[in-house]
DNA sequence: CTACATGCAAAAGATTTGCTTTGCG
DNA sequence: CGCAAAGCAAATCTTTTGCATGTAG
């Protein structure tokens, strides 16, 4: 489990105590929270955070490449995770909105020889996979 | 390149004088419009059609599986194109938002695979490669 | 006549920004 | 003191909605 407050440290990244919170906070959830799930945990840290810190913290973070910005569903609103240096993709199970993380070096591998095969080299990417559960 | 407006007199959907233009619009369109576009031209079509009625057709053909809206890149605007029987996913070229479509079968059955292998079942899927151009 | 579509403007929701104040070196 | 960070509220941007009007069958 990566913590974003060490990465800060090992990369010379100065942090100030509300954004020392914020990173903390990022780096404890394992659900991929939105700006306002982020907020009211660093409001109840310290309630003079405002929300227009948060916004500046994860714009900061994500500028840096140290946290990811997704918008599964294209429900018009940010949740975020700490990238770490591995990649992975998202299966979202829609019959209750949860994400499942998984990495596989095949689909790695196809979407890189298919921007190759394209002309082009793969910056970035993302991938997410709309599912169900399997019936028994 | 498959009309929008077929498919629906295919369909039994009934379209408005409205909705016709805008869902030839869309059509017409290789570029995955967005609304603003989509207004312009339909603006200039018949000046009496609003913006309003742009949100609210592509909305009726997004609920009807006609046409899927994407916001590559994260930019919190939707853009759009008809949706085929066939799938492909997107290549995006960063260094002028281009967007390239393609499809790979190896690819598609990757993705049915790992989510049966995580024990779903495969609904939708969204994959979007984020590149530049290969130097020479 | 009835039901649905539309225009317009206001509202809503997420995010950004301007400006002043704060806090730490 | 000097400068970046933060609070707050206003602004912005996209999208949705309420309501009165228009239109087709």
Redesign the interface.
């Known amino acids: 489990m990566p913590n974003l407050v060490e990465i800060c440290l090992k990369k010379n990244i100065k942090l100030t105590n509300h954004r020392k919170i914020i990173a903390q906070i990022i780096s404890e959830s394992t659900d991929h929270p939105d700006v306002e799930e982020l907020y009211r945990k660093a409001y109840f840290m310290n309630p003079k955070i405002g929300i227009a810190t948060v916004y500046r913290a994860v714009k900061m973070f994500e500028d840096l490449g140290l946290i990811a910005?997704?918008?599964f569903l294209?429900k018009?609103k940010?949740r975020y995770e700490v990238l770490e240096d591995d990649h992975h993709d998202h299966?979202i199970?829609?019959t209750n909105n949860q994400v499942?993380e998984?990495f596989?070096a095949?689909?790695e591998n196809?979407?890189t020889k298919?921007?190759?095969e394209?002309?082009?080299?793969?910056?970035?990417?993302?991938?997410?996979?709309?599912?169900?559960?399997?019936k028994k």
Not at 123 to 133: A, F, M, T, V
């Open positions: 910005r997704h918008d294209g018009g940010s299966l199970d829609i499942h998984f596989n095949e689909l196809l979407k298919i921007a190759h394209m002309g082009f080299e793969l910056i970035g990417h993302k991938l997410e996979l709309y599912c169900k559960p399997l």
